[in-house]
């Protein structure tokens, strides 16, 4: 990875405030992440160190449209990646993000959050079909079974964890292990509660003929509904109920909870460590 790192000082450049910085060093990873060779050698922390690095792309980038641009670019990566190398990419984000997000300060919180929703957003539109030359099908209606399943699986193993804390399994390895979900914080976990309809709905997902993305939105339901009913969390439980009683989603759930009760889980769910954050105007 050293000799990689030395040829990849595009990656600094992603938070240039010049726009023709920005897209030199976006084609240039675009090139990187594409490359068939780089892409299937890279271990689990290369991809840590590479996202880590996007991390604080972002970090350093100041001003809205370079944020918003930089944001859904970084989530758009995995449509140039070769199908085998996404899942673990996507691994290594969200265990960027359960990593670092004590640490994003409040004026910083925004344009992450924003990520955050451009990668849930991107996830569910890579689960569309692909021709042979790898182009999304034009069939709105045309999913990938295998790719709602890794989806799926990311969700569950991370932001809709039922556990807030995770052992690695003693089968992986070192390396595996850093890509495996450990501490998941609880603003992480709020803020995909907070936008994960609105995300499925763009794609089509929520859509009322359309079987299988149905069925995909009632397994993501079921999860949403477990992590409700186990989390110890106020403000996890209040985020999971509102989005459970979301009138977008068909046959939504419907549960009454005394008011004394309600009021109680909302003056506890301030002393979380984040809440959510309205983000960028889409």
Same mark, same amino acid.
């Given at each position: 990875?050293?000799?990689?790192?030395?040829?990849?000082?595009?990656?600094?450049?992603?938070?240039?405030?010049?726009?023709?910085?920005?897209?030199?060093?976006?084609?240039?990873?675009?090139?990187?992440?594409?490359?068939?060779?780089?892409?299937?050698?890279?271990?689990?922390?290369?991809?840590?160190?590479?996202?880590?690095? #996007?991390?604080?792309?972002?970090?350093?980038?100041?001003?809205?449209?370079?944020?918003?641009?930089?944001?859904?670019?970084?989530?758009?990566?995995?449509?140039?990646?070769?199908?085998?190398?996404?899942?673990?990419? #996507?691994? *290594?984000?969200?265990?960027?993000?359960?990593?670092?997000?004590?640490?994003?300060?409040?004026?910083?919180?925004?344009?992450?959050?924003?990520?955050?929703?451009?990668?849930?957003?991107? =996830?569910?539109?890579?689960?569309?079909?692909?021709?042979?030359?790898?182009?999304?099908?034009?069939?709105?209606?045309?999913?990938?079974?295998?790719?709602? *399943?890794?989806?799926?699986?990311?969700?569950?193993?991370?932001?809709?964890?039922?556990?807030?804390?995770?052992?690695?399994?003693?089968?992986?390895?070192?390396?595996?292990?850093?890509?495996?979900?450990?501490?998941?914080?609880?603003?992480?976990?709020?803020?995909?509660?907070?936008?994960?309809?609105?995300?499925?709905?763009?794609? =089509?997902?929520?859509?009322?003929?359309?079987?299988?993305?149905?069925?995909?939105?009632?397994?993501?339901?079921?999860?949403?509904?477990?992590?409700?009913?186990?989390?110890?969390?106020? &403000?996890?439980?209040?985020?999971?109920?509102?989005?459970?009683?979301?009138?977008?989603?068909? =046959?939504?759930?419907?549960?009454?909870?005394?008011?004394?009760?309600?009021?109680?889980?909302?003056?506890?769910?301030?002393? *979380?460590?984040?809440?959510?954050?309205? &983000?960028?105007?889409?």
């Amino acid at each position: 990875m050293a000799s990689q790192e030395r040829s990849m000082p595009f990656i600094k450049n992603l938070a240039s405030s010049d726009r023709k910085v920005r897209t030199s060093a976006l084609a240039s990873l675009h090139a990187f992440l594409s490359a068939r060779q780089v892409a299937s050698t890279l271990s689990p922390l290369d991809i840590l160190k590479l996202w880590k690095g #996007l991390f604080y792309a972002l970090w350093m980038c100041d001003r809205a449209i370079p944020q918003q641009t930089l944001c859904a670019e970084l989530a758009d990566l995995i449509f140039f990646l070769p199908r085998v190398a996404v899942v673990p990419w #996507l691994r *290594g984000f969200w265990a960027t993000m359960a990593r670092e997000w004590t640490s994003i300060d409040v004026l910083r919180m925004e344009k992450f959050l924003l990520l955050v929703r451009r990668v849930v957003g991107a =996830g569910f539109r890579w689960m569309k079909t692909t021709d042979g030359r790898g182009k999304q099908s034009a069939d709105e209606k045309s999913w990938d079974s295998e790719k709602m *399943g890794d989806i799926m699986g990311l969700l569950t193993e991370w932001p809709f964890n039922v556990e807030d804390e995770v052992e690695p399994s003693e089968s992986l390895g070192a390396e595996q292990a850093a890509l495996s979900a450990q501490t998941i914080p609880i603003g992480l976990r709020i803020h995909v509660l907070d936008i994960w309809v609105d995300e499925a709905e763009k794609v =089509g997902l929520l859509e009322e003929d359309d079987k299988a993305a149905k069925e995909f939105v009632a397994r993501l339901v079921e999860k949403v509904d477990v992590l409700e009913r186990t989390t110890v969390n106020p &403000g996890v439980r209040i985020r999971a109920k509102e989005s459970l009683s979301d009138e977008r989603l068909s =046959g939504k759930k419907e549960k009454e909870e005394p008011v004394a009760e309600a009021a109680a889980d909302t003056k506890m769910a301030d002393t *979380g460590d984040s809440g959510s954050w309205d &983000g960028f105007e889409d």
